[in-house]
Structures are given as structure tokens and as C-alpha cells.
């Protein structure tokens, strides 16, 4: 199964019940991953970087339906975006932590910019904030693929 998800994929990085998937393809990667999550996790956290247009990152539940995401738009153009405080609450309760500190990142997070094209950059607050590990060793222990 998770070949199929990472088809085309230039890394992928399996840590205990963890999967990091470093991926370069269309269609998007996290909805992709939502399809699979009904049989594959009960929560995920994406994160897409489409350079000087914008990023995005976006936690899913259990059924893979978009739980919060948060978008900065460089274009102007229609990146999904659902930064609210529920979702932000909802979000913290599927990972077991404080929404405060989403909302923290939220107040400040859009006026730092994308910073595209520095690996991880525009979504470590996110993940920080989730208790989540970037995996930013993605050269040391990593399956190459393709």
C-alpha cells in the first residue's frame, strides 16, 4: 500500500509507526494520504510547498478529512485555508496537546512568509506546536526511491 502513495517519491523514511514521505509529484501528496488513512493511521500532517505561490499545512483525522489547515498564499490564488479556533482545537485534541500553542503560531505565522525553498522552514512552528517531529535527516536515514 504505501508504495502506492509514494510513487514517484525521492525519499521515504519509515520510523517505528511512523511514515515521512519527502515528495516531489501531483497529484498532491496529502490527498493522497487521506484516502489511505481510513486503513493507514487515525491522524497525519502534511505539509506542501509550491515555492514563490505559497504553502500549506494541514493536519487530517481518523476518515482523512481535513481537521485544520493553514495556508499562506503568496498568489493570491485559492490555497485551502481553514485556521480557525475550532479547527485548531480539534486538531490539539488529535494529538493530545495544548491549542494554545497553535494559536500562538497562528497569530504570527502568516506575516513570516512561505520562505519557499527552505526544507521544512515554513511548517516547523506547526509541527512544533503538535509535538510532531520534522524529519529533517531525510539524506542520512533515508530509503531512496526512484
Request: glycine share 10%; charged share 25%.
Amino acid at each position: 500500500m504505501l508504495d502506492e502513495v509514494v510513487e514517484g517519491a525521492r525519499a521515504v523514511l519509515v520510523e517505528g509507526r511512523r511514515v515521512f514521505v519527502y515528495a516531489d509529484f501531483e497529484p498532491l501528496l496529502y490527498s493522497e494520504i487521506a484516502t489511505l488513512m481510513p486503513e493507514w493511521g487515525n491522524r497525519a500532517v502534511t505539509a506542501g510547498d509550491f515555492d514563490e505561490y505559497g504553502v500549506v499545512n494541514e493536519v487530517l483525522g481518523p476518515d482523512g478529512t481535513a481537521v485544520h489547515t493553514a495556508s499562506i498564499d503568496e498568489e493570491g490564488g485559492a490555497l485551502p485555508h481553514n485556521d480557525t479556533p475550532e479547527a485548531r482545537r480539534a486538531a490539539a485534541r488529535l494529538f493530545d496537546v495544548d491549542a494554545g500553542a497553535l494559536d500562538e503560531v497562528s497569530a504570527t505565522w502568516a506575516a513570516e512568509g512561505a520562505m519557499p525553498s527552505v526544507l521544512g522552514e515554513p511548517y516547523l512552528r506547526w509541527w512544533r506546536a503538535l509535538g510532531v517531529p520534522w524529519p529533517d535527516d531525510f539524506g542520512q536515514r533515508a530509503v531512496e526511491r526512484g
